[in-house]
């Protein structure tokens, strides 16, 4: 058997498969909430108990910077180590990756139907980028050899958040007097779109309900609460939120995009874009996408689409678990 993971801020999902099994075909998996638990052993011990098996091989996709096959959670107070998780599973070969490199290699699994594409383009042969929005903001760039796409891990989520207008010039002042640096992440992601809500909130921009600010301040995840209540009408406040990180989510698509000459294709993966795929689909993000000034004809060529399954990082350890010496080759 082989274990398969993609171990998010928010939860985390393990599966074990048979050695010739297909990535979507799992034997045994589970989903839990990341921070229930004090590890990953602990969540790895979990199925291990409810399976009944030990696997002698794993791969596990975490949501931080891998470095020598160990990972300071960047969202989670865990710290994954290869070495630890091997040893909780007798002695097992183990390797970590990135969870947004796990998610490029699971695309590969993927079909039409998994896809909302936002701009057709021109398919072309060359490298593609994955740019992902959850409880934190991932990104990888595939790089095409001539014969495959390579994935590559990054942490270009962390870089400096780059206002487009004047509105979003104001949101970073606003941000960097609460933080200090503002990342790209420190909009887009769950806790971002909050604090998008409550920067407007706090200029006086956009209405809300009666009794919207206790429902808001009590919400287990303000971030879902924000987005319905954007694409039901009931917040004009809430709208105004879900199109500014809609319009901040497509620039920094297109500026991933011309970074990596991703002529290939973009894909939007995360929780988050799928929940507002409505949002998605009125253009603003793609007018963001391709407002690149000279560049703007290469990035209306690009396709462009959402990963639809929420499991494409599972799908993308379990591939590259279940191919045969892999773990000796993953990394180049």
Not at 29 to 58: F, H, K, N
Not at 179 to 190: A, D, I, K, N, P
Request: a negative charge; glycine letters at 12%.
């Amino acid at each position: 058997m082989v274990l398969a993971g993609d171990v998010g801020g928010t939860k985390t999902i393990l599966a074990l498969y048979p050695d010739d099994a297909p990535p979507r075909r799992p034997a045994v998996d589970l989903m839990r909430p990341s921070r229930d638990y004090p590890s990953l052993e602990a969540l790895i011990a979990e199925i291990v108990a409810t399976a009944g098996v030990r696997p002698r091989r794993a791969v596990i996709g975490v949501a931080g910077p891998v470095v020598n096959n160990r990972c300071e959670a960047t969202n989670l107070p865990w710290v994954v180590s290869g070495d630890a998780v091997g040893a909780a599973l007798g002695g097992a070969e183990v390797l970590l990756v990135n969870d947004l490199e796990a998610t490029a290699r699971g695309l590969d699994e993927l079909t039409a139907a998994d896809l909302e594409t936002l701009q057709r383009g021109e398919r072309t042969a060359g490298n593609r980028a994955l740019i992902a929005a959850g409880t934190g903001l991932g990104e990888s760039i595939l790089v095409w050899d001539g014969e495959r796409h390579r994935p590559t891990p990054s942490e270009g989520g962390h870089g400096d958040f780059a206002p487009a207008n004047p509105l979003q010039d104001e949101l970073l002042a606003w941000l960097r007097a609460r933080f200090g640096h503002v990342s790209l992440e420190r909009v887009l992601s769950g806790p971002g779109l909050a604090d998008l809500y409550r920067f407007l909130e706090a200029t006086g921009r956009g209405s809300e309900p009666r009794d919207w600010a206790q429902r808001f301040e009590r919400a287990e995840d303000a971030a879902a609460l924000v987005t319905a209540a954007a694409l039901d009408g009931s917040s004009e406040r809430a709208r105004l939120a879900l199109e500014t990180f809609v319009e901040v989510y497509g620039a920094a698509a297109g500026n991933l995009a011309l970074t990596a000459l991703a002529v290939g294709g973009v894909f939007v993966g995360g929780g988050i874009a799928p929940r507002m795929i409505a949002a998605l689909r009125d253009g603003r993000f793609v007018r963001a996408f391709c407002a690149k000034g000279r560049l703007a004809p290469l990035l209306e060529r690009i396709p462009l689409a959402v990963v639809l399954d929420p499991r494409t990082a599972l799908w993308g350890a379990a591939a590259l678990a279940l191919r045969s010496g892999a773990l000796a080759r993953a990394v180049p």
